[in-house]
């Protein structure tokens, strides 16, 4: 079945700055790939996705890009805020419907 | 517009016991997921439903079954409860055209098996 790698599994970086997470998949047969945040005791809430026949996706701040010969897929945030300090998850989605998330990504925006 | 909602908050168990959990899924959205997501992991996928069928499950044993109702709405149900059960579950609903893909997730139920 699927497998869903994430590193870093901690991030920090300074207010202003960019951050980078990265995922790698175990199955070609993936085909959706969502991100989500989620802040400290509240609900998962999805920020991007990105779909295997698209290479990158923007939306203000934030970029998903996909490498579908390497299966990885990254989010890219600029000019981060302190409001992006939260816990970010990556997944994958394959023909079955079984959507597959990795382990986690906690970034800390310091003022 | 209300979002997904989730019933009860908290719930504290036995071991053995059997649970019954529910979820309203956002207005208009006729698809529903199920997860389960242990302190500092991501969320498992338990089964997705559609049309009050089952349309994917991810690999949980039997003991975890659902329902659809015409609504849309979802339960999710735990027999012989274990330890290992403890977490806090989700379900999140999905609008039409989005093959289930789409996910709007609830407040989730934290579930504490002793």
């Known amino acids: 079945g699927e497998n869903v790698e994430q590193h870093p599994s901690t991030l920090s970086v300074q207010e202003g700055d960019s951050a980078v997470i990265k995922c790698t998949y175990s199955d070609s047969a993936s085909n959706y790939f969502p991100w989500y945040k989620q802040e400290l005791g509240k609900r998962p809430q999805l920020i991007i996705d990105i779909r295997s026949n698209v290479g990158e996706k923007k939306d203000q701040r934030i970029a998903v890009t996909l490498n579908k010969t390497a299966k990885h897929f990254s989010l890219h945030i600029t000019e981060t805020q302190p409001e992006d300090s939260a816990v970010y998850f990556c997944a994958a989605k394959d023909y079955g419907q079984n959507f597959v998330f990795g382990p986690g990504t906690r970034l800390s925006v310091l003022p | 517009e209300t979002g997904v909602t989730q019933s009860p908050t908290h719930l504290i168990k036995t071991r053995g016991q059997q649970v019954t959990l529910r979820c309203s899924s956002q207005?208009?959205?006729?698809?529903v997921s199920w997860y389960q997501q242990a302190l500092g992991q991501g969320p498992q996928f338990i089964f997705q439903?559609?049309?009050?069928?089952?349309?994917g499950r991810g690999n949980f044993p039997p003991r975890f079954s659902g329902l659809q109702f015409p609504n849309y709405s979802s339960e999710l149900n735990v027999n012989a409860l274990e330890l290992d059960d403890s977490a806090l579950y989700l379900c999140?609903?999905?609008?039409?055209?989005?093959?289930?893909?789409?996910?709007?997730f609830g407040p989730g139920t934290r579930l504490l098996v002793l």
């Open positions: 999140a609903s999905s609008p039409p055209g989005t093959s289930g893909e789409t996910q709007y």
């Open positions: 439903y559609y049309r009050e069928e089952e349309n």
């Open positions: 207005s208009g959205h006729n698809t």
